[in-house]
Structures are given as C-alpha cells and as structure tokens.
C-alpha cells in the first residue's frame, strides 16, 4: 500500500488537517486517487478542480500518481467553495479501518 496524506484546500479553515489513505500500489492511477480521496474526505468527485501534490505541483495522469511516495501531501482543490458540494460526511464508526471494540475504553 502507499500511504498518502490528503485535505481539501481551504484556506479560511483554522483546521484543515490532513488524512491519511491507502492506495493499492497495484492500482496507482489517477481515477483511484480520486476515487478514495473524494470517499475518505466525503466530497462530490464531480467539484474537484485538481489535485495538488503540495506545495506547487498539479498531478494530472497516471505517472504522476506513480510517482507518488508515501506520506506525500495532496490537496483537493474544488471547482466552487460551497456547503453543498460535500456529501454527508461519514460518521467515526463508519470509515474504513475504525476498530470499535478499540474504541471502547475500560477502567
């Protein structure tokens, strides 16, 4: 897997951290990058301008994604910066790789 680290510019955030995803290293293709990033960050693929390999360079094809190492930053640049072009944002228990029984805290 390459592991790589992804957020959706906006400047007028005071937080705007990064999230982490895994790409198969079999399927390091734009689409995919797209794909799982738009997923983990609950935005409409559609409202993605570009992808941007921080801190100046756009990815635009395939060999870029391959190119690509792990804990690389990328940014999601949207079209328009509007409420309405995030889907419904997964909640905690429902993203991938949440462990719930080690989410549970006993004393």
Do not use: W
């Not at 395939?62 to 910066?81: G, I, N, P």
């Not at 997964?90 to 549970?104: D, Q, V």
Request: glycine share 2%; proline share 4%.
């Amino acid at each position: 897997e390459l592991v790589l680290k992804v957020r959706i510019q906006n400047p007028n955030l005071r937080e705007n951290d990064f999230i982490e995803i895994e790409l198969d290293r079999q399927e390091l293709t734009y689409k995919e990058l797209l794909r799982v990033s738009c997923h983990e960050l609950g935005v409409n693929p559609e409202h993605v301008q570009k992808i941007r390999k921080l801190p100046n360079t756009m990815l635009r094809k395939d060999k870029d994604v391959a190119r690509l190492q792990d804990f690389q930053e990328l940014e999601l640049v949207l079209t328009v910066s509007d409420k309405n072009l995030f889907l419904r944002a997964p909640t905690l228990s429902e993203r991938s790789g949440y462990n719930k029984k080690a989410s549970e805290l006993t004393y």
